[in-house]
């Protein structure tokens, strides 16, 4: 079966569904479950489409339009995959100032997708941000947890060989 962050599937492999169970679960008798089951159950799914939402409705006895209109008011919650490196272009004010929409337009160019997606193969997704609090090294990139500052536009093809290992 296909890894459902890459996909977008509608079903579950069967160590989420372990997890997912794993989860309801451990918050079934907890008051105010949801943003934490939330966040539990997209740690395994990667994201929340809406199968999962409406698993999680079903499972903690809360109406879909609830938990929907939790998923889409808080930005960490994602209704679309992310990739395994999720890469996020600062378009905060010294970023732009510095060059970031070049940036952002190479980093496109290079990952072959558009603010919002998913590479194919699940491996990059692509994001933009207004400020990760880096703006001595603007224009700045981050790769999941890592930081890539000083870039210019001619740096970026480069910038995700050492992720596609």
């Not at 890894?3 to 599937?9: F, P, V, W």
């Not at 079903?11 to 997890?19: A, D, I, L, M, V």
């Not at 159950?41 to 929907?68: C, D, N, R, S, T």
């Amino acid at each position: 079966m296909a890894d459902i962050r890459a996909c977008g599937g509608t079903q579950g492999t069967p160590e989420q569904e372990r997890r997912f169970a794993e989860i309801i679960e451990k918050y079934k008798d907890t008051q105010g479950e949801l943003i934490p089951v939330l966040h539990e159950v997209q740690e395994v799914y990667g994201y929340l489409p809406f199968f999962v939402q409406k698993k999680i409705g079903e499972a903690l006895g809360i109406p879909m339009a609830e938990v929907y209109g939790v998923v889409t008011f808080y930005t960490q919650f994602s209704l679309k995959p992310k990739g395994k490196f999720r890469v996020s272009v600062c378009m905060g004010t010294a970023c732009y100032v510095k060059g970031s929409q070049e940036v952002m337009l190479m980093v496109k160019e290079a990952l072959g997708i558009d603010v919002g997606e998913c590479s194919e193969d699940g491996l990059f997704s692509l994001d933009s941000c207004r400020c990760i609090g880096a703006c001595g090294l603007a224009p700045v990139v981050m790769v999941n947890d890592d930081v890539h500052g000083k870039l210019r536009a001619e740096d970026i093809k480069g910038l995700f060989s050492k992720y596609r290992m």
